[in-house]
Each structure stands twice: as C-alpha cells, then as structure tokens.
C-alpha cells in the first residue's frame, strides 16, 4: 500500500473541519470553502493555479448566466399561470399534488429550482387556503420535485455544472445536455409517483405562519391616539417611555393621513397621532395602562393591504447576515423598513420578547411593512423567500413568451451541440437583457454570488483531495469494504456515501467532496470513471432527510409550518427510491 504523506492527513483535517462548520452554519459555505483553500495552498499542498482553478472554469459562469434566466422566468410570471391552472379546483388531494409536482419539476429540468419554489409558495399556499387544505400537504412535495426534475438535464441544477466541471478539469469531456436522462428520468417519473402516494399518508397538516396574521390579527397589532394635551402630546418616543414596551413596540405612526416610519426615539408624538403597536397584545399591560394614551379601534386586515402598507413572510437563509443576531442588534426597523410581527421556528411561533430571539436558519419572520419590500430585498442574501400575504399573485407578463422562447433556444442549442452549454447560456442572458426583459441591475442582482464564489473555490478543494492522495486513500476503503458485492457495490458505496454527506453540507460541497473518491475508485476497480461521475452528480441532489440540506428545502420550511423530523417522514422512502434506482439503471445506461 502506498505511503500517504502529510499532505493527505493534512487535507484530512481540513476537510473534516469544513463538514462541521458547514453542518453547524458557523459560516457562510462559500466563506467556510474558500479558507479550507487557502489553509491548503499556504503549505503547498495545492499549487496556486491549482487552489483557483474554479474562477476560470466554465461552470460557475454557466450558473451565473442561468441565474439570470431563471430571473427573467419569475419575473415575467410565465409559470404561475400554468401552475394556477393545472391545480384545478380540487378533485382529491393525489389528484392536485400530481398536477403541480408534474409541471414544477419540468420546469426544473431547464431552471434554477431555488426562484421556481420562489414564485410557486404564494400561489400555492393560496390555492390551499382558498380550497381549505393546509399548505403543508404541497409544500414539501414542491421542493422534493423540483429536485427530482433538476437530475434530468445538465442545467437542471448547478450541482450537475460543477460535476461536470470537474470532469473537465480530470481531461474528461463535458456533461452533454441529457447524459443525465437516462437515469435521472426515471428517478424523476418514480420519485412524483412516490410522493403522490405518500404524501397525503405521511405528512400531518400543520398551521403554516401566514395563518397567525389572517386568523389572529388582533394578538399582532394594536392602535392607541395620543390624547391631545395629555402627558404624552409634545414628548419624544423615548421621553414618553415607549421605546422598551414589554412584549411589542411601535412600528409607525399615522398622522394627518401621513404615515412615520420606521418610528425614531426622537421623534415627536403630538395629540391626535394614531400609534400602531405590533407584538403579543396580551403582554402589553404598561401599554394598556399608559397615561396619555387611549385605545383606537382596530380595522380588519384588509386595512392593511394598501399602497402604504401589508404584511409579508420572510424565510432566513444559511447566508443572510440576520443569522445568530437579535431583531435588536440587526437594528431591524431601520435596516428593512419593516417591523417583526412574529417569528415562527419548527412549526410553532415563538412566544418571547421578539427583540431578543436570536434568528436562526429557517425562521420565518412575519412582517409589517410597505408593498415594495419584495422588490427591495429579493435579489439579496438577506433572506431565502419573501413572500406577500394575501392578494392575487401577478399575471404573466407579455414577456413570458419571449423568455420561453429564449429557454428553449438555450437547451436546443446546447442539446443538439450547435454550441456548448456555457455559450447558449450566455448568449440566452445577454439576449434578455438586450431585448429588455431584464434591467442590466436586475441581471446583476439576479447573481446570487454566494453560490458563484462556493463553486469556484470548491475546485480548489477537490484538487487537494486527488493532489494530496485523500481521494485514493478513502476510494481504496470504499473498494475494500464494499468491493466483495462487485463493481455495483463500490458504486453503492458511493452513492449512499454522497447521500449522506449531502444532508451535512450542501449538495455542491458533497458532490466537490466525492467527486475525486469516486474517480478513483472507478479507476481501481478499472471501470469508466464517467458514469460515477454522472452517479455522484444525481446523488448529491437527493436531499430528502432535512430542512436544511437544500435550499428549497428552507424554503418550505416555515411557510409550511414543518417540524425537523416531518421531513425524514416522505425523505426517506424517497431517499432509498433514489439510491436503488441509482444503482440498478447508471451500470446499463451510463458509461461505465
């Protein structure tokens, strides 16, 4: 057995060390990989060009013109209409959920999934509204199927893009647009079939957040008038002892028809202002007893759905900056624009002082605030969904058709090879913007970064797995160990190894990290690397099991009013299906 130096346990550690603090959520994935390179490249386990290889590789570039196109999609509204009209108007809970998972994973065969469940939680949690059903029977199965339909195609997901960046990278030639079809269509097509059968069996209804504003609105907000010539007309807000309310506290103040907000210590209270408190209205008994201060009568919550301003929901992604802060500390009112009505975690809402709850990944937050929220904040990493409560969604736009058109050039192009996937990318990005359906600050905007800077810096980290000898070191244990059931043992070693991982970090840094391990083992058992590479790159979509192995996962979360272990309920029959098909079809159909 060969030797294995410094440089592998070295790598080893590193690695290790980069699955927990991506487990944990310790720091940002793109942050957390790109110190793991730079930890390696300082001691000469990777060589420079080696570390930032991934900045010159095609497949963070192709992500990012996809992004745009996916962008242009939501924009223009062309899948809420479709999505709208093939729910229908009930006819059994089987019957709808196949008549949006179907639709929502085709689209996702051709779209980034993570604007796709964007567009289609509103629309969905109103249809369930609307029809009496709880939103957490569709949510879920959603983002489940819109996973499932990204394995289909080479853009289905930018996981596929990486792994086939790094089969560039080993001399290999590029995915083709549908070297994926022949096992990801049927793990597609089984995995719908699945959840439509299970789905109504397995998942419990749950109160989704959006119910505690439109059932309880009295519990969030509360209206007081300064009593003209009273204690309080002339006094500051924090002279007049209502900056640091028990359990809520002032988030604008209407006066003369003119709207204050967000509400400052110094500003000024005079008689006649109507005050508007949010929080648990029970808690406040300082406020209820406050001199100065009378009780206005509360409007109905369609008072609230006006040009000045309405509620919205708000999920907390692994790279917004609220995490492991305070409303308080993230000085929110003033930041957003917006005030915290409540906060939900784990299915259930949180019944504390709301300025003290430390945020954490997957919160939902239900906010007061003006309709223009949305449009400010969803092209940042401040938050994984915005989504407005009540209110038609937006019809499609007279662009829809044009983006269409657009999409289906792109996969055409790239799937006939009249040109690579990266320039019909491109050229299909540039061309929206050109024909004005996008601005170029939308295009831009429309770039989620993050994910842009963890894909390049993760090829630096695949490289030192294979540079250092990790990579042979972990494929030969996986030969031995699972090598007595052949070669369809060593690739279910693999997949169910990437399957796992995927659910501790996410589906990019799994398919990074397995990526060497299953080209060397396919090397030593001599068979054709190119068919593990394609497995690896289906397995690493399959996270089923959390809330917060994969982003749409986080999505739902919240808005379905979910708890953590609801998940591994439909996961992991979904998860086995997966795995089984893997294992049976990639040895007849992929390259091997």
Do not use: C
């Not at 797995?465 to 690739?491: K, P, Q, R």
């Amino acid at each position: 057995m060969e030797t294995i130096g410094w440089p592998a346990w070295l790598t080893l550690l590193v690695v290790l060390a980069t699955v927990v603090v991506l487990a944990l959520d310790r720091l940002s994935p793109a942050a957390t990989v790109l110190t793991a390179v730079i930890a390696l490249l300082l001691p000469g386990v990777i060589t420079p060009e080696q570390a930032f290889s991934g900045f010159s590789n095609a497949a963070p570039i192709t992500v990012a013109a996809l992004y745009v196109l996916a962008r242009a999609v939501e924009k223009t509204g062309g899948l809420q209409p479709l999505v709208t009209a093939t729910m229908g108007r009930g006819g059994g809970p089987r019957r709808s959920l196949a008549r949006l998972l179907v639709p929502a994973a085709g689209a996702s065969a051709f779209l980034n999934n993570t604007p796709i469940v964007a567009m289609l939680v509103p629309v969905v949690s109103d249809w369930a509204d609307r029809h009496g059903q709880s939103p957490s029977r569709f949510l879920m199965p959603l983002s489940f199927s819109v996973m499932l339909g990204g394995v289909v195609t080479a853009i289905g997901t930018s996981t596929n893009l990486v792994v086939s960046g790094l089969m560039q990278a080993q001399g290999l030639a590029p995915m083709g647009m549908f070297e994926l079809t022949p096992v990801g269509l049927p793990v597609m097509i089984l995995g719908i079939v699945l959840i439509v059968l299970l789905a109504p069996v397995v998942l419990p209804e749950r109160r989704p957040a959006r119910r505690d504003v439109t059932d309880n609105v009295r519990e969030f907000v509360v209206d007081m008038t300064v009593v003209p010539r009273g204690p309080l007309d002339g006094k500051t807000v924090e002279a007049g002892g209502l900056r640091h309310l028990q359990g809520v506290f002032l988030v604008e103040i209407e006066r003369g028809g003119e709207l204050v907000a967000p509400v400052a210590p110094s500003t000024l209270l005079l008689g006649g202002d109507r005050l508007v408190f949010v929080g648990k209205v029970d808690l406040v008994v300082d406020l209820q007893k406050m001199r100065g201060l009378v009780s206005a009568e509360r409007h109905h919550l369609e008072s609230f759905d006006t040009p000045k301003h309405t509620f919205f929901e708000a999920v907390v992604g692994e790279a917004s900056p609220l995490v492991g802060r305070s409303i308080r500390e993230a000085d929110f009112r003033s930041t957003y624009q917006a005030a915290v009505v409540a906060i939900h975690r784990a299915g259930q809402r949180v019944q504390a002082k709301l300025g003290t709850v430390r945020l954490r990944v997957g919160d939902t937050l239900l906010l007061l605030t003006d309709p223009g929220f949305r449009n400010r904040w969803r092209d940042r990493n401040d938050f994984l969904l915005v989504s407005r409560l009540g209110g038609a969604p937006p019809a499609a736009s007279r662009k829809a058709g044009l983006v269409g058109v657009v999409t289906a050039a792109i996969v055409v192009g790239a799937g006939a090879g009249l040109l690579p996937i990266l320039h019909a990318s491109l050229a299909g990005a540039l061309l929206l913007v050109v024909l004005g359906v996008l601005t170029p600050a939308e295009a831009r905007g429309a770039v989620d970064l993050e994910v842009i800077v963890l894909i390049a810096a993760s090829f630096g980290l695949s490289a030192a797995l294979e540079a250092s000898g990790l990579a042979w070191l972990v494929a030969h244990a996986l030969v031995d160990a699972f090598g007595v059931l052949g070669s369809v043992g060593v690739l279910l070693g693999v997949v169910v190894a990437t399957v796992a991982l995927t659910e501790l970090v996410t589906n990019n840094a799994a398919a990074v990290l397995m990526f060497p391990i299953a080209v060397a083992a396919a090397r030593e058992i001599g068979l054709e690397p190119r068919g593990f590479a394609i497995a690896i790159a289906i397995a690493a979509s399959a996270s089923f099991l959390t809330p917060i192995g994969y982003q749409t996962n986080t999505m739902v979360y919240g808005p379905g009013g979910y708890r953590f272990g609801d998940y591994a309920r439909l996961g992991v029959p979904l998860t086995a299906m997966v795995v089984l098909t893997i294992v049976t079809l990639a040895p007849r159909w992929l390259p091997f």
